[in-house]
C-alpha cells in the first residue's frame, strides 16, 4: 500500500514568491493533515481537514497561507508571499477518521526561504 | 493546554546499552499518549502508544508505560542497535480532541 505522498521534496525560493506544497493520502483516508516543523521542533498542526472541509484551521495564518482539498483527497497548501521565517518542514499525515489514534506522515517538504 | 515535554539534548549510546528517553505531558482529563519516530530522511512514524493509566505500549523492542501519578510515558529499550538511530518524538491526544501535540523530539545516536 502506498503511503502519503508530498512533492516537492524540497523547495528553495526567495522571500516574497508564492509557493506550493502537495499532498497525497492514503486511499480511503478521510482526514488530512498539514503540520509545520521548525528545526529543533516537534510538529505544529496548521489544519486539518474532514474529507474535502476544513474542521480546525485556528492555526493556520491565514493572512498569507491558505489550504484546500478539492473533492476531499489531494490537498494543496500555499504561501503567498513567503517570509524568511517561513523555512521550515511542511508535513502531510492522513487517519481513517479524526478519532483514529494512528496518523501516516508524509516525508515533508523543507522550504528554504533566501 | 495541553502540552509535551522531553528531555533536552541529543543522545549518544554504544550499541547493546539501555536507553531511556523522559516524556512528561500536561493534559486535561486522560488523553492518549504516543512515540513516534522519524528515521533519516522519512516521515514520522507511530512507534507505540497507550490509551488507558497503566496501559503498556510495546512495539521493535521499544516500551512505555503510561504513569497517571507522575504524568509520564519514558521511552526504554533494553538493549540499542545502530538502526535505532533516529529523531524520538512523544505525543499526546486529549479526549474529544483530534489535534495531536509533539514535544521537541530528541536525537538518538547509536554508535557501532
Known amino acids: 500500500e502506498a503511503g502519503v505522498v508530498q512533492s516537492p521534496r524540497y523547495k528553495i525560493i526567495e522571500k516574497k514568491q508564492p509557493v506550493a506544497f502537495w499532498c497525497n493520502p492514503i486511499?480511503?483516508?478521510?482526514?488530512l493533515y498539514w503540520y509545520l516543523q521548525n528545526l529543533g521542533q516537534g510538529p505544529e498542526l496548521l489544519i486539518r481537514y474532514e474529507n474535502e472541509e476544513a474542521v480546525d484551521d485556528s492555526q493556520l495564518p491565514k493572512d498569507r497561507f491558505s489550504a484546500e482539498r478539492l473533492k476531499g483527497v489531494d490537498s494543496t497548501l500555499k504561501i503567498q508571499p513567503a517570509e524568511l521565517g517561513d523555512s521550515a518542514v511542511y508535513l502531510c499525515a492522513s487517519s481513517l477518521t479524526g478519532g483514529a489514534d494512528t496518523q501516516y506522515f508524509g516525508p515533508g517538504t523543507r522550504l528554504t526561504v533566501l | 493546554g495541553n502540552s509535551v515535554t522531553q528531555m533536552e539534548g541529543p543522545v549518544t549510546l554504544s550499541e547493546e546499552a539501555f536507553l531511556t528517553i523522559n516524556c512528561t505531558y500536561t493534559?486535561?482529563?486522560?488523553?492518549?499518549l504516543f512515540w513516534y519516530v522519524q528515521y533519516p530522511g522519512e516521515g514520522l512514524q507511530l512507534l507505540l502508544k497507550a490509551t488507558k493509566a497503566d496501559d503498556k505500549g510495546s512495539n521493535k523492542g521499544f516500551e512505555a508505560t503510561y504513569r497517571k501519578e507522575t504524568t509520564s510515558f519514558h521511552l526504554e529499550k533494553g538493549s540499542v542497535q545502530v538502526s535505532d538511530s533516529a529523531v524520538y518524538f512523544c505525543a499526546l491526544k486529549a479526549r474529544g480532541n483530534n489535534r495531536l501535540a509533539f514535544g521537541k523530539g530528541n536525537q538518538v545516536v547509536v554508535i557501532p
Open positions: 486511499s480511503g483516508h478521510n482526514t
Open positions: 493534559a486535561t482529563g486522560y488523553p492518549s
